[in-house]
């Protein structure tokens, strides 16, 4: 699990008046690498360093993206960087 903090810190956000959109936006950030690993969030966390650069490098594309996101483009690049944990469906 990231902290609010660690997400501040990565996003290198100094001030609070962004608390409730990080908080938000790292919770989609979460829930999306999630859903790509095919994992739940408790699977998805015991990866271990993997999973929260997953879901930092997702975050920073949603904040930095917000007027101009291309999430097929993040979705691609989430399957490239959690494909080690991806539980693969046959």
């Known amino acids: 699990m990231i902290t609010l903090a660690e997400a501040k810190e990565y996003l ?3 001030t609070d ?3 409730t959109t ?3 936006l790292l919770n989609a950030a979460t829930n999306l690498c999630c ?3 095919r994992l739940d969030s408790e699977e998805f966390f015991e990866a271990g360093d993997v999973s929260k650069a997953a879901v930092l490098y997702a975050l ?3 904040y930095q993206n917000r007027e101009d996101l291309d999430l097929h483009e ?3 690049r989430l399957r490239a960087i959690l494909f ?3 539980r ?3």
Do not use: K
């Open 12 to 14: 290198r956000v100094d």
């Open 22 to 24: 990080i908080t938000s």
């Open 88 to 90: 693969h469906e046959f």
């Open 35 to 37: 859903d790509v690993a």
């Open 84 to 86: 080690g944990i991806r």
């Open 17 to 19: 008046a962004e608390d």
């Open 60 to 62: 920073g594309t949603l």
């Open 74 to 76: 993040l979705t691609l």
